[in-house]
């Protein structure tokens, strides 16, 4: 087994967080009456894509009644909808929806993870929660070899990263599609706000505005690097 599909299993039966897991099983118990002929995932929910990805995309945590019931990220609610639409768009993604962890979906080149692999009560992970989940990430960082692009979704996601790298917040700016250089040689960061209901509802984030993120990433993460381009001249 691959050592990245490896350290998936681990998070899957990973119990760091008490509170987040009781939670995750009370939701998967008393589930939302739309579902309620379905088994919950109910689990820690762990990260999913291509394994040889030059994009990686760190989401906040899964929603209770999403991917906390379907066991894939940004699967089965309306922000996972708006996201795999934008990928699909972007040709990040094989179909442009997402419904189950079993309906065939792939996606290339790109690689989803987040910064709680539990769903949290009210959708806030607490401090110490991410914290707890921050080695997994760091360790994805480590095996991911080919990204070369960051897209945070959300500035929990955003700052959650650059700890997670060590770098520190006051030199970065979070602003949505805005391109931070992290060093020679390292991903860029790409800011976005996250696909959250929330924003959607109130405008602060359009289907366009999040496919320009995508198309950032994408053009960050396949343009020639400039000695590449010298080669060809």
Same mark, same amino acid.
């Given at each position: ?8 299993? !681990?998070? /899957? ?15 998967? =118990? ?7 002929? !379905? *088994? ?8 999913? &894509? ?7 995309? $760190? ?5 209770? #009644? &999403? ?14 909808? $708006? ?7 972007? &040709? @990040? ?14 996606? *290339?080149?790109?690689?989803?993870? %987040? ?13 110490? !929660? /991410? ?5 997994? $990430?760091?360790?994805? $960082? ?13 500035? /929990?996601? @955003?700052?959650?990263? +650059? %700890?997670?790298?060590? =770098? ?5 700016? @979070?602003? #949505?599609?805005?391109? *931070? =250089? ?6 860029? +960061? /790409? ?22 993120? @995508? ?5 960050? %993460?396949?343009?020639? %690097?400039?000695? !590449? ?5």
């Amino acid at each position: 087994m691959h050592e990245l599909e490896l350290l998936q299993q !681990e998070i /899957i039966g990973c119990s760091r967080c008490p509170r987040l897991r009781a939670h995750c099983s009370l939701v998967a =118990e008393v589930k939302r009456r739309a579902y309620r002929e !379905e *088994n919950y995932w109910g689990r820690p929910v762990p990260s999913f &894509g291509d394994p040889a990805a030059r994009v990686l995309i $760190l989401g906040l945590a899964p929603g209770a #009644h &999403g991917a906390n019931r379907t066991g894939r990220m940004f699967t089965g609610d309306s922000s996972g909808d $708006l996201l795999y639409r934008v990928l699909y768009n972007t &040709g @990040f993604a094989s179909q442009p929806s997402g419904r189950s962890a079993g309906d065939g979906l792939q996606l *290339n080149g790109a690689y989803i993870t %987040a910064s709680a692999h539990c769903a949290p009560p009210d959708n806030k992970p607490a401090r110490e !929660e /991410i914290l707890a989940c921050r080695s997994y $990430l760091q360790r994805e $960082l480590e095996l991911l070899t080919g990204v070369v692009a960051v897209v945070a979704l959300g500035r /929990i996601a @955003f700052d959650n990263y +650059l %700890a997670a790298t060590g =770098e520190r917040k006051s030199r970065f700016v @979070f602003a #949505h599609n805005l391109v *931070n =250089e992290t060093g020679s040689g390292k991903p860029k +960061l /790409i800011a976005s706000f996250h696909p959250s209901q929330q924003n959607t509802s109130t405008g602060k984030l359009t289907e366009p505005m999040l496919e320009a993120v @995508f198309i950032t990433a994408r053009r960050l %993460a396949y343009s020639p %690097a400039p000695d !590449e381009i010298a080669r060809t001249q």
